[in-house]
């Protein structure tokens, strides 16, 4: 698709047909103060990063140094502002055909104990969790597999939680009955302990999954309170945000969006899939972060202090399209492009990571 600078005309009409459905509205700008909302200023973000291939995850070392995963490579690279990425790890056995390959990766809270990194992935017949340390990257150990896999919905957003247990969220591998089938993990967010095991406390008895009902999840995030909240792709109409809790039904394929079906859960912010397409998920200061594919925007979503949401506000629109967001321990936020995956328009420096400063810094 070309790129087109448009009228001031066409710029108003679409500012004015801005429609979103759902508990929660949406700005299609930010107003004059927008580089406040969320504690960053958007207006003095920072390229610090070029030349990725298709960038999917992010996760922080205890030193301050950030690992990213490339999807099709199957590499994992090293990187700080301004510096050259340096290639750390090779993950074995991937296939990065349609959108599966080198999805997420996170880093063990307790890792200066334990060194492990985590990466989830597809191979050319399942989606699974590895482990491995950075001093022995070739060492790679198969924790948790057999999750159905795809050319379409394979989730792969991980991330370990405040109680330091596994996060770990699929897509339903294409086939809407998978996820009400708790009898398989496609379509869930599943829980698991740090070498892949199932942990007391979790709502059905000898299982991983935490919450079911769900298309294709890409991006999970906790709030001060310890709240989980994760995206959603829609099929044709809505794209959601929820807030997840133990045993939820998130209502796929019966409902997309807002439902009345008590059964279901319903989303705490909806937009039209043209205006979101979520993947990566952030908090921080009171606001979830949501990188938008399709939507080619951040959209900045406030989060009551009951679990619900504020207006939702779209910062970062000259970028394309966002995959993964993440604070830093900088306190910058870190957000990847994912303009070369195919469906995008890249420039020449695509990928890119964007580090926007906090307010004041």
């Known amino acids: 698709m070309s790129v087109r600078t448009p ?20 700005q299609a700008t930010g107003p004059a103060n927008a580089q406040a909302i969320g504690g960053f200023d958007y207006s003095r973000g920072q390229v610090s990063t070029t030349g ?19 999807r099709g490579t199957a590499r994992i690279l090293r990187l700080r502002p301004g510096q050259t990425p340096a290639p750390v790890a090779t993950i074995n056995g991937v296939s990065a055909t349609g959108e599966g390959g080198l999805l997420g990766i996170a880093v063990s809270p307790s890792y200066a104990q334990d060194q492990w990194i985590y990466a989830y992935f597809s191979t050319g017949s399942d989606n699974r969790l590895v ?6 990257p070739q060492a790679q150990n198969v924790i948790f597999s057999g999750v159905p896999r795809s050319s379409i919905h394979n989730g792969g957003r991980i991330a370990f939680g405040p109680d330091g ?9 294409g086939n809407t009955a998978n996820a009400q089938n708790l009898n398989t993990p496609a379509g869930k967010i599943l ?63 019966t409902c997309e ?42 959209w900045t979503v406030p989060v009551t202090s009951g679990g619900g949401a504020g207006t939702p506000v779209a910062e970062l629109r000259t970028y394309g399209r966002l995959r993964a967001v993440a604070v830093g321990p900088d306190g910058w936020l870190w957000v990847t492009t994912s303009n070369r995956d195919g469906r995008g328009s890249p420039v020449a420096a695509d990928d890119r990571i964007i580090r926007i400063p906090p307010t004041g810094s």
């Open 165 to 173: 247990l596994l996060y770990v969220a699929t897509g339903d591998a």
């Open 257 to 298: 969006g807002v439902c009345s079906n008590p059964s279901f859960r319903n989303p705490i912010v909806t937009w039209p899939t043209s205006q979101a397409s979520p993947s990566g998920l952030a908090y921080a200061n009171g606001t979830l972060f949501a990188a938008a594919l399709r939507g080619t925007r951040l």
């Open 131 to 136: 482990r491995f340390r950075l001093s022995t």
């Open 191 to 253: 829980r698991m302990t740090p070498d892949g095991g199932i942990p007391p406390g979790n709502p059905f008895g000898n299982s991983r999954v935490y919450s079911y009902g769900h298309r294709n999840v890409q991006g999970l995030a906790w709030d001060g309170q310890g709240r989980l909240f994760a995206t959603e792709f829609g099929q044709n109409t809505t794209d959601e945000i929820n807030q997840i809790v133990a045993g939820g039904n998130y209502g796929w394929p």
């Open 52 to 70: 990725l291939r298709v960038p999917w995850a992010l996760a922080f070392l205890p030193d301050g140094s950030a690992l990213v995963s490339e």
């Open 7 to 26: 009228s001031l005309i066409m710029i108003l009409l679409a500012a004015m047909s801005l429609v979103v459905t759902g508990p929660a509205t949406a």
